[in-house]
């Protein structure tokens, strides 16, 4: 089935990351050279996404202006010849109407700016992407579309009995090559509580019945509207599936997950590949 739109939650405070984010969104942190949020957009464009809804917060503005033309800059590009930097910042344009902005007014939860882009999204499934989980390798949401029939649909992978408490955490019921049928699902389960140690991560494929749920408010783990507790409440009424995704994932959210993902990502560029390596192993060596 074809998912025609996304939502990308970028209304979020990125508190682990002050003073970084004090007037700068967390999702414009770059990997290498290119903003988290940019490469949420690619992959969910190489998914078939067509709409791209951003639901946003104060000190966010440059995100839209990131998505945006600045003519300024690709006149200097064009008049230097530098045409190589001026295909970079014009091919992450999309179509003109195809992106909009919704304010979160407060940042009340995952849950909540889902909630935020109903009017946008209508009555179709959409899909959900967070910018700072970050995967390398096959695009998961791409796998997802490939796989998705219909209901709900959670990209999942496994974490150490350690760090359920962080994630919310799937109770397993099928298990059909990577997809797994969903029958339980709870938000921060400490270790003794956690049903399994699969855990979702920042990909969803979500039902118009999701929003319905949401419209109702609740508050869940940290007093926020939990995307995860409105799936949990569809089960049994939609079919609900996780799919083990087969890319490398960093959380970006957390320092270290962002350094992480820094090096993995830089170790794949031919053009930094063999002096970063270099210095890993004499900086691992002294
Ligand atoms: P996080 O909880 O990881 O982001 O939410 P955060 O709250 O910005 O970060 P910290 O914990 O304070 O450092 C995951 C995603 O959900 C979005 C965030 O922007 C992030 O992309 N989010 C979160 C919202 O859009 N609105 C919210 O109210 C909360």
């Known amino acids: 089935m074809k998912i025609r739109k996304a939502i990308f939650p970028v209304g979020g405070l990125g508190t682990r990351f002050l003073p970084a984010t004090k007037a700068m969104p967390k999702e414009m ?13 690619e992959e969910a464009a190489a998914a078939g996404v067509e709409e791209f809804i951003f639901v946003t917060g104060r000190n966010k503005s440059a995100i839209e202006d990131h998505f945006d033309h600045s003519t300024e800059l690709e006149n200097v590009l064009q008049a230097k010849g530098k045409s190589e930097a001026l295909i970079t910042v014009q091919q992450m344009m999309r179509e ?16 909540h700016a889902v909630w935020c882009a109903r009017n946008q ?35 999942v992978m496994e974490v150490s009995p350690e760090e359920t408490s962080s994630y919310g955490i799937i109770t397993p019921d099928h298990e059909k090559g990577p997809l797994i049928t969903v029958k339980g699902l709870i938000e921060k389960p400490a ?9 979702v991560v920042g990909r969803y494929i979500i039902e118009p019945g999701v929003f319905t749920n949401l ?3 609740h508050k869940g783990a940290g007093g926020e509207i939990q995307l995860t507790d409105a799936l949990a409440s569809r089960i049994g009424k939609a079919a609900f599936a996780g799919l083990k995704f087969s890319g490398q994932r ?27 390596h270099k210095w890993l192993a004499e900086q691992i060596s002294s």
């Open 121 to 155: 999204v209508g009555s179709e499934p959409v899909a959900v992407l967070l910018a700072d989980d970050l995967i390398l390798g096959t695009p998961a949401l791409q796998e997802m579309v490939d796989a998705y029939r219909d209901g709900n649909m959670v990209a």
């Open 191 to 199: 270790p003794e509580k956690a049903p399994s140690n699969l855990a």
């Open 29 to 41: 942190l770059p990997v290498v050279d290119k903003p988290l949020i940019q490469y949420a957009v």
């Open 96 to 111: 003109p109407g195809s992106v909009s902005y919704v304010r979160q007014q407060e940042p009340a939860g995952l849950g």
């Open 250 to 276: 960093y959380d970006c959210g957390s320092k270290i997950g962002f350094i992480k993902a820094n090096m993995a990502f830089a170790l794949q560029r031919p053009e930094l590949r063999a002096e970063l």
């Open 215 to 217: 419209a109702e408010g």
